[in-house]
């Protein structure tokens, strides 16, 4: 069973709209989210987290919410811009802190 | 300040050989990950390191595959008599330190057994 689910395989964006992506996962014990970008031919990079103390974190462009009742996280890019084009990764982890469990990302494509 | 690096890039094996995959991390950084990646999926928990301990290595998906870090820096992951359903993106990351930290990623070891 995957704990950590990403439903949108890909969004597509208009630039300098808002880019939203969505993260649901089904482990309560999970205390500590975070988002990776990904361009092709790197490995992924960090982009933003938050702990499960909080609901909002905000970094620039980037802002991520956590609905903990909900078990639900999103990203949010306010404004989309074409460099933002890459494959978008939620992982989460717990009480076991060195495993992230990882969804299966969404390919943000922004267009000029 | 160099970031994560794995050798080689690039892996072609027959099926049946043993094939080793390192990674460097970043300089002091205490813990050490290994991940498997299948195509169109996110990257899959195979075990870690703080320093030379291995914590966790519930991920890893038989007695086939292994990993030391043994002087708490370079780490091997060693998969013996390679199969077909082991081809695979091979990705090693570090952190400071396990607990609330971001993952910093080496470029991977694209494996694929013949």
């Known amino acids: 069973d995957q704990q950590v689910k990403q439903n949108s395989p890909s969004l597509s964006v208009q630039e300098g709209r808002i880019s939203i992506l969505n993260c649901d996962y089904t482990?309560?014990?999970?205390?500590?989210f975070l988002w990776y970008k990904k361009y092709p031919a790197e490995g992924p990079t960090f982009l933003i987290s938050?702990?499960?103390?909080?609901d909002k974190n905000e970094d620039g462009r980037f802002t991520v919410f956590l609905n903990k009742s909900a078990k639900h996280l999103s990203l949010h890019i306010v404004p989309s811009q074409p460099g933002d084009s890459a494959v978008y990764f939620c992982?989460?982890?717990?009480?076991?802190?060195?495993?992230?469990?990882f969804g299966d990302g969404t390919t943000l494509t922004v267009k000029p | 300040g160099a970031g994560v690096s794995q050798s080689p890039r690039y892996k072609v094996t027959k099926r049946g050989q043993d094939v080793a995959l390192r990674c460097d991390p970043i300089?002091?950084?205490?813990?050490l990950y290994w991940y498997r990646q299948a195509l169109g999926q996110g990257p899959e928990f195979l075990t870690y390191?703080?320093?030379?301990?291995?914590?966790?290595k519930s991920g890893l998906p038989n007695d086939r595959f292994s990993a030391e870090r043994p002087e708490g820096s370079i780490s091997t992951l060693t998969i013996q008599r390679t199969e077909q359903r082991d081809s695979a993106m091979y990705r090693c990351?570090?952190?400071?330190?396990?607990?609330?930290?971001?993952?910093?990623f080496g470029p991977g070891t694209r494996l694929t057994v013949l």
């Open positions: 482990n309560s014990m999970f205390d500590y």
């Open positions: 992982a989460a982890s717990g009480p076991n802190a060195g495993k992230s469990t």
């Open positions: 300089s002091g950084h205490v813990s």
């Open positions: 938050i702990s499960s103390i909080k």
């Open positions: 390191f703080n320093y030379e301990a291995q914590q966790d």
């Open positions: 990351a570090s952190s400071v330190r396990d607990s609330y930290n971001e993952q910093f």
